[in-house]
Nanobody
């Protein structure tokens, strides 16, 4: 059963921007943790940002801090990841996921086991 749908990925030149969306189907992001992960070929899936929708608290991996912004739409059905200053290393498949609460560690320490529901992913490709 598909509960989360990502969109907004694409190809962009280094230094450019993209905004990813994660839309919840049939539910709202009320009182849960929503995180964005990314995975490059041959690498582990890594957490990059999260938002605690109970208090709008956000957290970011060091690799994206200052460049990416996670936010929750007022309807509480869409979480965005605004990405600016994109770098070649940001090329990856990006996934959103939800959990009952945000793990008490930095996003780069999140594991896939911490999150229950996942979207299908959206590809981001950054070129020079």
């Amino acid at each position: 059963e598909e509960l989360l749908v990502e969109s907004g990925g694409g190809s962009v030149e280094a230094g450019g921007s993209l905004r990813l969306s994660c839309t919840a189907l049939r539910v709202t992001y009320s009182g849960v943790c929503v995180a964005w992960f990314r995975q490059s070929p041959g690498k582990e899936r890594e957490g990059v940002a999260s938002i605690d929708t109970s208090n709008d608290g956000t957290d970011y991996a060091d690799s994206v801090k200052g460049r990416f912004t996670i936010s929750l739409d007022n309807d509480q059905k869409t979480v965005y990841l605004q990405m600016a200053g994109l770098e070649l290393e940001d090329t990856a498949m990006y996934y959103c996921a939800t959990a009952f609460f945000c793990p008490g560690v930095r996003p780069e320490q999140y594991t896939t086991r911490d999150f229950r529901y996942w979207g299908q992913g959206t590809q981001v490709t950054v070129s020079s």
